[in-house]
């Protein structure tokens, strides 16, 4: 790790903010984070964040306090181009997510173990968790077709799919993107895409097996949080929590997810498929990195990324969504009468058109997530232009985690804030450093329950950065103000490899 007291990269503009001076007179990278947390970054997260601003096209780079090295371009960054895709700065989990639902109980519905046990149960009856596991390996989830499937993808939460599978359709207007459309806007050029990768072979084996996990967790950093919530006592966080729909001590759910197999697959594809674009026409690779290939818009390589792109996302968005609707079955199975509504769904791994600056560009989100303020024009329309919308933040089971509400100042990072805490310990590093009993004993301790025999320990709170020292990074910048704080009562986890 890079010695920060001594050899710096970076030049503080304030307590939290910082820039990262770029060669050649380069518009240089943002950084947000205090002193502690720009410390946090070492010489490989530096050099990608480096190299992602002076790749082709990219007019902007923010470097959020959760970033660490990751696939091209760091995990927790923030990239825009008006003029080029980039597969890396997206990631290979496509649309990896948060959603929030909001249950009708008090804390003292799930403070009796026995109670908890009952729902840990009845959650793992519907919705699995590990990398190869899908419907077929639980007794209540929802069985999806292929035929059903192909609509999954490409119409992502319209109302026939969401009645199709029991989900809510009004779940839809609490979403980031209930729905993404191909390169031109249409979903007639999902279907053809669909069609296209299904005749070259490159699904057709395994599309049927891909959409059986839907409505499963996978493995890693993937997980699903029971939370009493603790609104904040301001009277902006009470607002905005009223708007919201979350209640003082009331009881909540929190996941963790993405495309699955299914987004990989078609993330792994566009990268074999552009790599063999830049060997065939040598072209040159942004500071030789194989995983920062990238298309110029509106070249049929482009065109595919971006239709490829639309499928995974459509495939998380329904993966979460049903998700949260077996999960509030499962709770009306354990304390009949439950209800519940989603809070909101957003994204941390995806490609979005916005205006930044007054020019509509391509901001790409590795483990960032939007973050629009009250009155932004985005927010038109929908039920949170008056207050911003809600922007789930995961820390971990024991620090609790965060929903926030973006200020003003988020025009500094693109609008957007860091998607968690940020690993602090990569996971052999952790299976090094951490005592597996130690970590259980923790939990135990805390009276926050787990599906699992042990813990897994590369997922263990201390692999990850001090999530107060996060969050300060945050307001301190100006980007974000908390509105309430989520504590975890039991974790949904698998110690499987993550899909991300």
Partial sequence: MTDHATTSPFIATGEATAILPLPGGRRPVTVIGTEAIRATFDEGC?????????????SRVVLNPDAHIGYG?????????????????????IKCSMSLLALDLDE???????TRRALIGAVCDRTPTGTGRGQRSVGKS???????????????????????????????????????????????????????????????????????????????????????VRVDDSDRARRAAEVF???????????????????????????????????????????????????????????AYLDDMALGANFATVNHLLINALVLEAFQEVIPGACGRLVYFISHNIARQEIVENRLEWVHRKGATRAFPAGHHGLKGTPFEQ?????????????????????????????????????????????????????????????????????????????????????????????????????ARFVIKDGDKADD
């Fill in 245 to 303: 729909g979350l209640r003082d001590r009331g009881v909540a759910f929190l996941s963790h997810c993405g495309s699955r197999g299914f987004g990989h697959d078609l993330a792994a594809g566009q990268f074999r498929a552009m790599q063999g674009f830049f060997e065939t026409w040598g072209i040159p690779l942004p500071g030789g990195d194989r995983q920062m290939v990238h298309a110029p818009l509106g070249t049929p390589e482009a065109d």
């Fill in 142 to 228: 929802r069985p999806v077709d292929r035929d059903l499937g192909v609509r999954v993808v490409t119409e992502g939460a319209s109302r026939g799919v969401c009645e199709a599978l029991g989900i809510p359709p009004e779940w839809a207007d609490r979403c980031e993107d209930s729905a993404h459309t191909g390169h031109d806007g249409t979903a007639d050029a999902l279907r053809a895409r669909l069609e296209l990768l299904r005749r070259e072979g490159r699904i057709a084996d395994r599309f049927t097996d891909k959409v059986r996990q839907l409505g499963s967790y996978g493995g890693g950093n993937h997980f699903g949080e029971c939370e009493v």
């Fill in 108 to 114: 003292s519905a799930v403070a009796d173990r026995g």
């Fill in 46 to 58: 530096v050099g990608q964040a480096i190299n992602s601003a002076m790749s082709p096209g990219v």
């Fill in 387 to 487: 207050t911003g919308h809600p922007i789930l933040l995961p820390g971990n089971p024991q620090a609790g985690s965060a929903v926030m509400v973006a200020d003003a100042g988020a025009e500094l990072s693109c609008y957007s804030v860091n998607h968690g805490a940020g690993r602090a310990l990569g996971r052999k590093a952790a299976a090094r450093a951490l005592d597996q009993r130690a970590v259980d004993a923790s939990f135990d301790e805390r009276d926050i329950l787990t599906n699992c025999r042990q813990y897994p320990i590369d997922e263990a709170p201390d692999a990850y950065k001090d999530f107060d020292e996060v969050l300060r990074s945050v307001k301190a910048a100006g980007l974000a103000s908390e509105v309430a704080r989520l504590h």
């Fill in 73 to 93: 371009a760091p995990v927790g960054c923030v990239m825009a181009s008006p003029s080029h895709i980039y597969p890396g700065p997206v990631g290979v989990d």
